[in-house]
C-alpha cells in the first residue's frame, strides 16, 4: 500500500478543463471598450489613482492576434483564505504562458503577499504544475493575509520584481487583494516601473463579484460541499425524526453561500443576513420567527427540522449592528489600552466604557461571546466565524420555546445540534465548473500581461451557459472601487456584493419558503461528482442558473 | 425549477446494484453447516435461548433451488441510528420475495421496532420501493431506538403478526437488534408461533462485525464521508498553515472510523481508543502524546496539523474507565432518586456521593460535562456523542503547551479548530459498495426466509474482493452471543468488534505514524464518486483491503 495520492486525485491530475474556442484557439486578440466610472467616489478614486485611473474595459476575443510572443517572466501569489481552483488558475496562467513562448517563466511567491516582499520563491516548473491540477487547496505555494498597501510593502514588491526581472504579478485574491493589485498597478505606473499587476476574483463566499464577474471561483465547490452535507442532515433529520439541526455556515459580509445551501437542498428555515438588515430584524425577531416554525412544524408532529444560519448573521441584526459599530469604534480609539490590558480585564473595561442600549446589550452577553467580540483579524474585522451563533441562536430558541410551552402555545420536543461547515469547503478538488473556471481565469490572465494591461482584474461573462458561450476579459480595478470605513479610515475598496432581495435567487427562495418550512421538501444534491452525465458533473449551481434566467 | 429530487437522485434511482451469481442466478439453494459454539458463556446462552439454540451456520449456493415458492407476508423494521444502504436492504428483499413469488406482500413498519407492537406500518409497493432505491436515510419507513424484549412487547409483535399473517420479520439493526431478533425467535419458537425472524448487521461503527461477517452496512460511506471532509481540513491545514484541527468522529465503542479515516487520510494524529486502553493510558498521557507532536512539529515550522479523536475515547483512559464504571453504578442504583431531582442539584448529589478518585475527578470536571454524564440513552448506555471530547482535548493539550513554553520546550504558535463529523455521514446516498451490499443483504434475507429459517443474522464474506465472490448466507444469532452487564444486569448481547491491535489495518497505520506526525503525508480521498473508473468508484475502504491481505 503506498499512499503518495488518492486514487480519485491520479485521475483528476488527468483531467483536462475544458476551455472556450477563444481562449482554445490560441487566435486571441484584447479588444477594448469604454471606460466604467466608479459607482460611487469617482472623484475621491480617480484622486487617489491618478495614473491607473480611466483605463477602458477590454475582451478577449477571436481573432488575428497582435499579443507579445516575447519571453515573460510572471509571479503569481495566493492571498488569503484558500478557494477550490487556485492551482488551477496557476496551471492556466502556465500553460497560456509557456504556449506563447516556451521560455516564458512563472514564479510562485511563499506564503502570500509578504512572499512578495520578502523575496520567497520559488519557480513553478512544469513538473510542479502538473502534480497539482485539478486539486483543491491553495499549498501548491501558501497563501497568506498580509496585505500590499504600506510604503515600505510596495517598495518590497519593486525591489523583489527588479531582481527576479518580473513583468508582471498575477494576485490571486478577493476584494481586498484585488483592491491591493490596483494599488501597486498605481505604484508602478507612477514611478513608470515596468511591473503589471493583474487580480482573479477569488471567494468562497460568492461576494467579489459585480456586472463584469458573474462569480469569484471557489464559490461553487464550497456551496456543493456544504449543500452535500445539509443535505445529508435533513436527510437524517427526517429519519431519526427527533433533532433539529442549526447549521452556520461560512460568509461573513453576504449571504450567498447560505442562500444558494438552501436552494439545493430546501430546508425548513435559512437566514439571509441582507433580508435581515432590509427588514430592521433585531435578535429578537429572528428567534420568534424560527420557535414559530418549530411550533408550526410540531403542530404537524414533526420535532425535526433544518435551520440554516449564514456565519455574519449577528452583523445584520438591527440592534447588533449599532452595538457593533460603538464596539467597533471603541476598539479603534482604545486599542492600545485594551491590548495592554490581561485578558480578563478586557471585558470588565469595554463593559464599563460601552454606553446606552449597547452597553446593556453588551452586558447582558454570555461571557464567551463577550471575549471573543474584543478579538480583530488582520484586515480590522471582528473575527465573526468565532462567534458560535449557531449555539446561541439553538439556545435562545429553546428558551422561548420553554416560554410558550408554559403558555400553552407550544406542546412539541425540541433538542437542537448544532453544526458549522466552513473550512471543509474551502480546499476540496474543484468541481469541473471551478476547474474548468480557474483555468480559463489564469489562462486569460496570460493574455491580458501579453496585451501590456496593468491594473486589471480578469473578467467573466455567462458563465451560467456552457463553457463555449463563456466570455472573458478585463475589468480596471479602480472602476469596481468605492470608499468605505475601515478601522475609521477612508479607503477605496471593491464593494462586496451582497444577496439581493429583488432579484431571482432570493425571490424563488422567498416564494418557496413557507412551504419548505412545514411539509419536508429536503433535496439531496448527493456529493461533488466529477465523472458521469453531465447534468450532474457539470451542472451550474443555483444562484447562477436563476440569474442568467436559465431555472 | 421544479424541484421533487435532485439530478445525482435520479440517477442514483436508476443505479442497478451488483449481485454475485449465485444470487443473481435465481438458483439459490440453502446448504447447512456445522453448529458454532458461542464464543464465551455458551451454557448460559443455551439456558436463555433452549429452543432455538445449536442452529448450524448455513450459506446460500447455487444449485437446484428447494426454497419455497409460496406467497408470503414479511414485514420490514428499521431499527436505531440510520445507516446509508437501508433502503437498498429493503429493496433487495422486495425483489427478491417478488421474484419467487409475485403475490408476496412486504410490510413496512413505521417508527422503528415500536411501529410493531403498536400495529403502525405501510405496504411496501413497488412504486414506493422505486422512489428509494440507492438512497441514503431511513426516511422511507422511519427508525427507532425501542427495543423488543419486554414480554408486552413480545405480545405485540405476536399479536401484529397474527393480524397481519406475517410469516417473517426482518429486523435491520446493530448488536442491540440483531440480539432482539433471536429474543423474538426464542419467542415465536417457544410459543410454537410460526414467525421467522432475520436480523441483518447495520452500522456505521464497523463494530457488528466477525468471523461471519465482513463489515456492517454504512460503514463504508460513513468513513468515505468523514475521509472526505478530513482530506479537505488536512489541506486547508497545510495551505494556511496556521491551525491545528481536532476532529472528533464518530464511534462510541469502537474506533474503526477513527482508524479507517486516518488510512484514507494520513493525518498527524489519530488517536484509537482500543489501543489507548490496551496501553492503560490516562486523559494525561493521550494529552502530552498530542502535545509532543505539536512541538515536534514546531521545530520543522510546522505551526498547524490535524488529530483525529474517536467519539468514545474518554470512556478507554485508564482514570476515566473506572469513573465512568463508578458513576454507572451510582446511577444504577440511584436512578430514581436522581430522575427526581431538579437538573441543577443532579450534579451535586452525584458530587457528593461519588467516592475516592472518581469523586475527585468528577469534582474537577467543567460543569458542562458534569451535566452531560448524567444522561443515559434507551440503551443505558452513556451519552458520550455529547461530550465535546475535541473540545476539552484541545483545550487540555493548549494548557500543556503553555506550560512547556514557559519552561523553554515549546516555542511555536498553536490555535485549535474544533469539529465533529457523524450526523453527515449516516444519510448520504450509500457508496456503490454499499448499495450493492445492502440489495445482496436483503436479497439474501429473502432466501432464508424461503427456507424456512428463524433466529438468524444475513452473513457476508469476501466482501473485500469483487462482488462476483460475495458470499451469502446466515449465522445464528446465538452462535454470536455472549453475556455483559448493562445497568447492572446480565444480558445477552452480541459483543462489539474493536479494533485488533494485531491486525493489518492498526499494523499499517502503526507502522505508519510517526513519519505521518511530522512529514506532512495528508491524502484527499476527495468526495464519494458513483460513477466514473471503477477503481474510484468501486474501491473497497483500506480496512477491508487489509484485513483481506488485498493491500
Redesign the interface.
Known sequence: ?S?H?????A??LQYKPKMPKTLASGRIKIEKGSFVEPKANAAEIKQLFPATYGYPLVRLVEGESDLSTAPLCVGVVLSG??AAGGHNAIAGLFDALKAANPQSRLIGFL?GPKGIFTNKWIELTAEKIDSYRN?????MI??GRDKIETKEQLEGCEKTAKELGLNALVVIGGDDSNTNAAVLAEYCATKKFPLQVIGLPKTIDGDMRNEFIDMSFGFDTAVR?YA??V???C??A????KYY?FIKLMGRSASHVTLEVAL?T?PNVAIISEEVKARKHTLDDVVTAIAQVVVQRAEEGKNYGVILIPEGLLEFLADFKVFLKDLGALLGQEEKQIEALPKEERVKFVAAKLSGASGELYKKLPASLQEVLLQRDSHGNLTVSQLETEKFLADLVEARLNEWKEQGRYKGKFSA?T?FFG???????PTNFDADYTYCLGYAAAQLIRGGLSGYTVSAKNLAHPVEKWEFGGVPVTSMLTMEHRKGELKPVIAKALVELDKAPFQ?FAANRERWAVED?Y???????????S???D?RN?TM??EAGL?
Chains 1, 2 share one sequence.
Open positions: 500500500m499512499h495520492i488518492s486514487s480519485l486525485e485521475h483528476r483564505g484558500p506564503g486539486t483543491g487547496g491553495f499549498d501558501g497563501s460541499t452535500y452535507l443535505g445529508n442532515i436527510r437524517d427526517r429519519s431519526g425524526r439541526h439545493q430546501q445540534i453544526h473550512y471543509e469547503g474551502r480546499c476540496g478538488f424563488y421538501c433535496l439531496s444534491p448527493g456529493p461533488i461528482q466529477y465523472f458521469g452525465p447534468e450532474v458533473c451542472a443555483k442558473l436563476l431555472e
